[in-house]
């Protein structure tokens, strides 16, 4: 990935310290997540970081996970480290196997390889058991057996200590044989739970004897019906990292509190040898926070069952998927992160920045082409009707080296509604009685008047065209003229469906000022249109991107585009059309 020089920031700071002072050096990695064991007998870990990309399959990606992406893959690439992708799919009840998959390809899509390193947390149900039992056995946890009510009540509050269960100094034997009896499927949902056993007057309440095991009753998408006991993800969650060797586990400002408990666990196992040192670093940055969408989970599945888009790939949906078919691109969210950076306080990013992030991206490698949105016609009174030529534009202007395509020309073209008025107000440049314009890449041509129908609706506009003027020919410049308008052949160009999208929300924070955030939803985030396309634009393959000229950014939709007819999708305007709006 050819990025210029990173911006330096505190994760960074971290990491230089940590290899300068050569933190990781000693560890082992048997090519496996595996305890400590596993690690003695191989030889030393060569990559300089690991980090890892961790998330939960029960939902889409979305623009947030991009963030957590390019940082931790982005870190793995610039300091010659790896980055593991890993499901975390410890919690039985919501993971599907459709989810592993699009977060998979979400991943890819954005650029990154996590090579042989794809885990799943589930397969490290087996070590986080008995690494359970060793808490036991070193007076670490024990089986609490109040109920959820119970437990709840004695936990105290941030003013006010929490309360000793009366299961807490329950023997050592008693908890095993209990804890084990509830692997075996012997107690009932809920009966009983098994909790770490750390300090129930800490001032911070994660401390206060957390559960690390619950009994449920749930058939897991990876170990089906094997378990009936499923770990806590406070207590899973640090565990895979260290089997995992992860050196620099980043996540998000909410578990900032966790991070005690993070380093207290995973010491308590470190001591009894399980896993070994140095452990892994938890380290917090600011989530992506981005107004005019939502990107919580639960409101994003509301929106898709609600029906209130076309499903999660909706190109207006803020997922990964969405953006995709919306003609973001990988390297405009890379920019994006880039941009924006990583800090420790949380804050608001408009849209407009990831937006503009894609419109440079999509500037500088969108071929251009010519589509007419709200055809008129447009009769040249003086070209012969049978006659027709090829006019020539350039396929980037920046970039000579993509070369030319030609676009026919003929006596009756179509151009935009809005480039013709009878009655053109101040500035107007375009075509009214007696102006002049360029059709761009042809002639210039004076506008005559139009024709109506008898309701009085403009019917067609009339002009003659002015021969000596050609494009790229010595007179083209002959005749100046300050309006230059596009246009397409209408013998030539056809009739396609064009979906102008827009953001899909209409307020930076949608619902707040205590509305529902549907009632905030956009009503014109999506309109659907017969446009007039130049002959080219039938040839785009499904996620081609080009900008129409005057008009935007647009992709071939890679669902909806058959061979020869192309769908196409705005991903953004020219400018940023909100501004003046906020
Ligand atoms: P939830 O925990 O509510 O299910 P989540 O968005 O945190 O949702 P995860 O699958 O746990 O989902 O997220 C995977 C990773 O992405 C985590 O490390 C998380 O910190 C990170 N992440 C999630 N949302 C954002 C965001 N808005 N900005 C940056 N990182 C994010
Ligand atoms: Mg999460």
Redesign the pocket.
Known sequence: MAEETKASNFIRNIIDADLAANKFAGRRWSGQPGPAEQHKVSPGDTPKIRTR????P??YLHY??A??ICLNFGLALDYEGVCHLRF?DTNPEKEEQEYVDSIVDAVKWLGFDWGPNLYYASNYFDWMYQFAEYLIESGNAYVDSQSADEMRASRGTLTEAGKASPYRNRPVAENLDLFRRMKAGEFADGAHVLRAKIDMTSGNINLRDPAIYRIKRATHHNTGDKWCLYPMYTYAHPIEDALENITHSI??LEFEDQRPFYDWLLEKLAQGGLLQRPLPQQIEFA??NLSYVV?S?RKLIQLVEEKHVDGWDDPRMPTLVGARRRGFTPEGFRRFAEMIGVAKADSWIDMSILEACMRDHLNETAERRIAVLDPIKLVIDNYPEEDEELCEAPNHPQHPELGKRPIPFSKELWIEREDFTENPPKGYFRLFPGNTVRLRYGYVIKCEGCTKDEAGNIKSVHCIYLPATRSGTPGADSVKVKGNIHWVSAKHSYAAEVRLYDRLFKVENPGSGGSDFIADLNPDSKRVITAQLEPALRDALAEERFQFERHGYFVADRVDSKPGTPVFNRAVTLKDSWAAKS
């Open positions: 990309f961790p998330p939960e029960n939902g947030g996970h963030k957590s975390d996540c998000t989530r992506l990107l989970k």
